[in-house]
């Protein structure tokens, strides 16, 4: 089956389209990907999208929103499909996680969340079933709603140990292989090899990923730079140690799994604070987007070391901030002295059986979760994300092609 997947997440930076072709079944499943492309978004709707993080905008305007980013996310879906030198017709499916406005976390337990992008626009303008809205069925059984990514890392990057019994790194007895996404807000996945048959993953939000680096970069550049490219910003600087440790007891860090959190927490009002407190310890600005770059590198090895479920042997790195080379050093390192030895640090693209890049892993994913939906196979991990069991998640808007996906043929005309 082919399928499309679409991915907007919290640094709201643009659209990852990504068309795959996924065959088996939970138990083996194949994915092979045709094309991706990414779309930037407008400068206006990127600004309502920020208004919507920060609470500013009314119900007309929200309402509004969730149209016209439906209409941005259909086309994102046909730049895709003419990438691969297909058309709508070639197509069985979209899953889209649309754009996250808001995840309402009271205590740690998650009581409402909202991705907008109207997947009914999407189906009507591309013709092809579309599913949406995955996050809300997991939340409706008392789970967290995320992260979803996880049913992708358990169900294709899952490791398996050698025949010849071997017991060094990643398949000592116990050990895990830690997926780390690092997009605005970073999430890891905890994997026990195939062979621990008893063993489930863990997955969370570790905290602030690129977000509050990025909201650094575009108040020291007055809005020309909207993230730090090649770190160029934050070498200029020194990390407070300090501070990192003072940041470092924000309640959520301290929080159990199951946990997630996002923009409604790692706000720019907390990034205002932060910023107050650096400039009040004679920080520069360098200093103080090279202290956020710190805090997330510092942030990812403790959640390892308070809640990893056994021995990290090996940690993959994909989204947004694999490419920002001073994180990844830093993490290297902190995992090294927190975790006391040396933890082989990877990229998504450097596992031999992995689907696709670290850039399209997430857009993977929805694709991934559609084609589950669609047969009717449960998509959470309620290990991962604290739900009481199993779900199928999403919510489908029928495309012209509806009939014809479920074996009914094409539909039929009502005059007829």
């Given at each position: 089956?082919?399928?499309?997947?679409?991915?907007?997440?919290?640094?709201?930076?643009?659209?990852?389209?990504v068309?795959?072709?996924?065959?088996?079944?939970?138990g083996?499943?194949?994915?092979?990907q045709?094309a991706?492309?990414?779309?930037?978004?407008?400068?206006?709707?990127?600004?309502e999208?920020?208004?919507?993080?920060a609470?500013?905008?009314?119900?007309?305007?929200?309402?509004?929103?969730?149209?016209?980013?439906?209409?941005h996310?259909?086309?994102?879906?046909?730049?895709?499909?003419?990438?691969?030198?297909?058309?709508?017709?070639?197509?069985?499916?979209?899953?889209?996680?649309?754009?996250?406005?808001?995840?309402?976390?009271?205590?740690?337990?998650?009581?409402?969340?909202?991705q907008?992008?109207?997947a009914?626009?999407?189906?009507?303008?591309?013709?092809?079933?579309?599913?949406?809205?995955?996050?809300?069925?997991?939340v409706?059984a008392?789970?967290?709603?995320?992260?979803l990514?996880?049913i992708?890392d358990?169900?294709?990057?899952?490791?398996?140990?050698?025949?010849?019994?071997?017991?060094?790194?990643?398949?000592r007895?116990?050990?895990?292989?830690?997926l780390q996404?690092?997009?605005?807000?970073?999430?890891?996945?905890?994997?026990?090899?195939?062979?621990d048959?008893?063993?489930?993953p863990l997955?969370?939000?570790?905290?602030?990923?690129?977000?509050l680096i990025?909201?650094?970069?575009?108040?020291?550049?007055?809005?020309?730079?909207?993230?730090?490219?090649?770190?160029?910003?934050?070498?200029?600087?020194?990390?407070?140690?300090?501070?990192?440790?003072?940041?470092?007891?924000?309640?959520?860090?301290l929080?159990?799994?199951?946990?997630?959190t996002?923009?409604?927490?790692f706000s720019?009002?907390?990034?205002?604070?932060?910023?107050?407190e650096?400039t009040?310890?004679?920080?520069s600005p360098?200093?103080?987007?090279?202290?956020?770059?710190?805090?997330?590198a510092?942030?990812?090895?403790?959640?390892?070391?308070r809640?990893?479920?056994?021995?990290?042997?090996?940690?993959?790195?994909a989204?947004?901030?694999?490419?920002?080379?001073?994180?990844?050093?830093?993490?290297?390192?902190?995992?090294t002295?927190?975790?006391?030895?040396?933890?082989?640090?990877?990229?998504?693209?450097?596992l031999?059986?992995?689907?696709?890049?670290?850039d399209?892993?997430e857009?993977?994913?929805?694709?991934l979760?559609?084609?589950?939906?669609i047969r009717?196979?449960?998509?959470?991990?309620?290990?991962?994300?604290?739900?009481?069991?199993?779900?199928?998640?999403?919510?489908?808007?029928?495309?012209?092609n509806?009939?014809?996906?479920?074996?009914?043929?094409?539909?039929?005309?009502?005059?007829?």
């Amino acid at each position: 089956m082919r399928v499309i997947g679409l991915m907007s997440g919290t640094s709201a930076d643009g659209i990852d389209a990504v068309l795959a072709e996924i065959e088996g079944n939970p138990g083996r499943v194949q994915m092979r990907q045709i094309a991706a492309v990414a779309l930037p978004w407008p400068m206006q709707e990127r600004a309502e999208i920020f208004r919507l993080f920060a609470n500013q905008a009314d119900t007309r305007s929200l309402c509004r929103a969730n149209v016209q980013i439906g209409y941005h996310f259909a086309q994102a879906a046909l730049a895709v499909i003419d990438a691969a030198g297909l058309t709508p017709a070639d197509v069985d499916l979209i899953g889209s996680h649309g754009q996250t406005i808001w995840h309402e976390v009271v205590d740690g337990q998650v009581h409402s969340t909202l991705q907008i992008g109207e997947a009914a626009v999407i189906a009507e303008e591309t013709g092809i079933t579309t599913v949406a809205n995955f996050r809300v069925a997991d939340v409706a059984a008392g789970g967290q709603g995320a992260p979803l990514v996880s049913i992708f890392d358990w169900l294709l990057l899952r490791p398996s140990a050698p025949t010849d019994g071997g017991q060094t790194g990643l398949y000592r007895a116990g050990s895990y292989r830690a997926l780390q996404n690092i997009g605005g807000i970073g999430n890891v996945t905890f994997l026990p090899t195939r062979e621990d048959a008893a063993a489930l993953p863990l997955a969370f939000d570790t905290g602030p990923g690129n977000a509050l680096i990025d909201w650094a970069a575009v108040q020291i550049t007055g809005g020309a730079q909207t993230f730090d490219p090649e770190s160029r910003l934050a070498r200029q600087g020194h990390a407070s140690a300090e501070l990192v440790q003072r940041w470092l007891h924000h309640p959520y860090f301290l929080r159990k799994p199951p946990k997630t959190t996002g923009r409604e927490l790692f706000s720019a009002s907390l990034a205002c604070q932060w910023q107050d407190e650096a400039t009040q310890a004679n920080l520069s600005p360098a200093d103080f987007i090279a202290t956020l770059t710190e805090l997330t590198a510092v942030s990812i090895a403790d959640a390892y070391v308070r809640f990893a479920p056994g021995p990290i042997a090996q940690v993959v790195v994909a989204g947004g901030g694999a490419a920002n080379p001073l994180l990844m050093e830093r993490l290297s390192q902190q995992l090294t002295e927190r975790l006391g030895e040396p933890i082989p640090l990877l990229a998504h693209g450097d596992l031999p059986d992995a689907p696709g890049d670290g850039d399209s892993k997430e857009a993977l994913t929805f694709a991934l979760l559609a084609w589950l939906t669609i047969r009717g196979w449960p998509g959470n991990v309620p290990s991962a994300t604290g739900a009481i069991g199993e779900r199928v998640l999403g919510q489908i808007a029928p495309g012209r092609n509806f009939g014809k996906l479920l074996g009914f043929g094409h539909r039929p005309q009502l005059s007829q």
